[in-house]
């Protein structure tokens, strides 16, 4: 079992940043390695998924709507995983999730795919 925990969310204007930090832990995460992906949920909408690293950080990915804006990191030592997030809008808000599953060369973006998953932290940008 791997248990996820997402941290620094909040309220910021538009044009602002965070910093979203997943921090794993369980036993699973001692043995496994994984891929972890971050999504975001807003009020009425789908889960969507916004960006993705792999075990080795050699591949990101990233939805188009965040591309250059956003950035995923990970330091494997302290299990943790990070999206910086820059020039905020306000259809940034949102809820955003860590999710991570086994690892593969590719970056997943399919939700389904994912094992483990955190509660989610709030976004809110105010416009």
């Known amino acids: 079992q791997v248990q996820l925990v997402e941290s620094g969310g909040g309220l910021v204007q538009a044009g602002g940043s965070l910093r979203l930090s997943c921090a794993a832990s369980g036993p699973a995460s001692e043995r496994s390695n994984y891929n972890t992906g971050w999504f975001r949920q807003a009020p009425g909408k789908e889960r969507e998924w916004v960006a993705g690293i792999t075990w080795s950080g050699s591949s990101t990915d990233y939805d188009d709507s965040v591309k250059g804006r956003f950035t995923i990191s990970r330091d494997n030592a302290k299990k943790s995983v990070y999206l910086e997030m820059h020039a905020l809008k306000p259809e940034d808000t949102a809820v955003y999730y860590c999710?991570?599953?086994?690892?593969?060369?590719?970056?997943?973006?399919?939700?389904?795919?994912?094992?483990?998953w955190g509660r989610g932290t709030q976004v809110t940008v105010s416009s």
């Open positions: 999710a991570a599953k086994s690892a593969t060369p590719w970056v997943e973006r399919v939700p389904g795919n994912f094992y483990y």
